[in-house]
């Protein structure tokens, strides 16, 4: 526990020290260099390479999955509280044995808005 917390010490004891370097260098920096730093974000490490394998998971499908997780009465007021359109993706990639029960904890007048909109768009998300 000790050493732990001489870890942290040494850590904000550096942040620190790094802060006041880049403010001093901010400070002395000429006018132009200043306006041009300003809204520049801090430069980042590359990103690292790509593994090769499976594709991601389409973000509905990932929240979709997330949302089995919940208990059904939180998996329908967080759905009724979502932009329409990501709440009808991610009750499309639901089986629907799992989606009609969420529906079912909606309200009604929610829960009829969420299935006229999935009846109404394509799956793929093109206007018929």
């Known amino acids: 526990m000790e050493?732990?917390?001489g870890d942290i010490a040494a850590a904000r004891a550096a942040l620190l020290s790094e802060t006041a370097l880049l403010e001093?260098?901010?400070?002395e920096a000429p006018p132009a260099e200043k306006r041009a730093a300003a809204p520049a974000a801090p430069a980042l490490p590359p990103a690292p390479a790509r593994?090769?394998?499976p594709e991601p998971k389409p973000r509905g499908e990932t929240l979709a999955k997330t949302l089995k997780g919940m208990k059904p009465d939180q998996a329908a007021s967080l759905l009724?509280?979502?932009e329409r359109p990501l709440a009808v993706e991610i009750l499309r990639r639901m089986r629907p044995a799992d989606a009609g029960v969420v529906l079912e904890k909606?309200?009604?007048?929610?829960?009829a808005e969420l299935f006229t909109a999935?009846?109404?768009t394509p799956a793929d998300g093109a206007r018929p």
């Open 3 to 5: 050493k732990l917390s």
């Open 24 to 27: 001093r260098r901010l400070k």
């Open 51 to 53: 593994r090769s394998g």
């Open 80 to 82: 009724a509280r979502l």
């Open 106 to 111: 909606m309200k009604a007048e929610t829960a």
């Open 118 to 120: 999935m009846a109404a």
